[in-house]
């Protein structure tokens, strides 16, 4: 069973096309992540959700706006996609309650590369 | 803000050799974790070491190891006998956690691109 999955792997699109990346895992862990990794492979956070609330909201145009429904699945919608949105997104899971095996780890999914033409 | 700095983009190490990624990172904060993952050709982030800022002894994981020097914010990896398997991008990895229980996400550096030679 995977961890962190990440739906769809791999998306190409149009420019200014609407597009979902959706994101579950079965670790019961209380807080999820969404990372951009761009063509340099810098990896950056974008939001970060614990228990269903946004704890973490970084500097990122209002096209994107991450839901999460329940705690075990994030998902990220773009509005308007452009060539910059070009890039692998990573969705992350923790558990960082204290008393946990091992606090502090994120454990990633595997990716989705989104290209915009 | 906290910065981690990752200073060689690129590495290259023989086959059976050993080698040492550098990592420094800029905190104020005193409780923290460190990371070193690892992104192999098939973009999985995979954890290859963690060490807590209040643990003086450095983390091994087999043939990985750390040596954590918290005075000067530096937190280098070794590999040793080095394998083919290990060529990937090295990412190192800052994380403060709250006592509360909360906790940043993680702030990586810009990696390390290793090269392993046969």
């Known amino acids: 069973d995977t961890a962190v999955s990440q739906t769809p792997k791999y998306l190409v699109t149009q420019m200014g096309n609407d597009k979902s990346i959706k994101c579950e895992q079965n670790?019961?862990?209380?807080?999820m992540y969404w990372y951009k990794q761009d063509s340099k492979k810098f990896l950056k956070i974008m939001f970060s959700y614990n228990n269903k609330e946004l704890i973490i909201n970084e500097t990122v145009p209002n096209r994107f706006s991450p839901k999460s429904p329940d705690k075990a699945h994030l998902n990220l919608h773009i509005n308007s996609l452009e060539l910059g949105d070009s890039a692998v997104y990573f969705c992350?899971?923790?558990?960082?309650?204290?008393?946990?095996?091992?606090?502090?780890?994120?454990?990633f999914g595997e990716g989705s590369r989104l290209t915009v033409l | 803000a906290q910065t981690v700095t990752q200073s060689q983009p690129e590495m290259s190490v023989q086959e059976a050799e050993t080698v040492t990624l550098s990592c420094t990172y800029d905190?104020?904060?005193?409780?923290?974790?460190l990371f070193w993952y690892k992104q192999p050709p098939s973009r999985q982030m995979i954890l290859v070491i963690r060490?807590?800022?209040?643990?003086?002894q450095n983390a091994t994981e087999n043939r990985f190891s750390v040596n954590f020097q918290k005075a000067a914010k530096s937190f280098s990896l070794k590999i040793s006998d080095s394998q083919l398997g290990d060529a990937a991008m090295y990412f190192c990895?800052?994380?403060?956690?709250?006592?509360?229980?909360?906790?940043?996400?993680?702030?990586f550096g810009k990696g390390t691109h290793l090269i392993i030679q046969p």
């Open positions: 060490q807590e800022a209040y643990k003086q």
């Open positions: 670790l019961g862990h209380d807080t």
């Open positions: 905190t104020s904060e005193s409780d923290y974790y």
């Open positions: 990895a800052y994380r403060v956690m709250y006592s509360g229980g909360g906790a940043d996400g993680l702030t």
């Open positions: 992350a899971s923790s558990q960082d309650v204290s008393g946990s095996s091992l606090p502090g780890e994120l454990f």
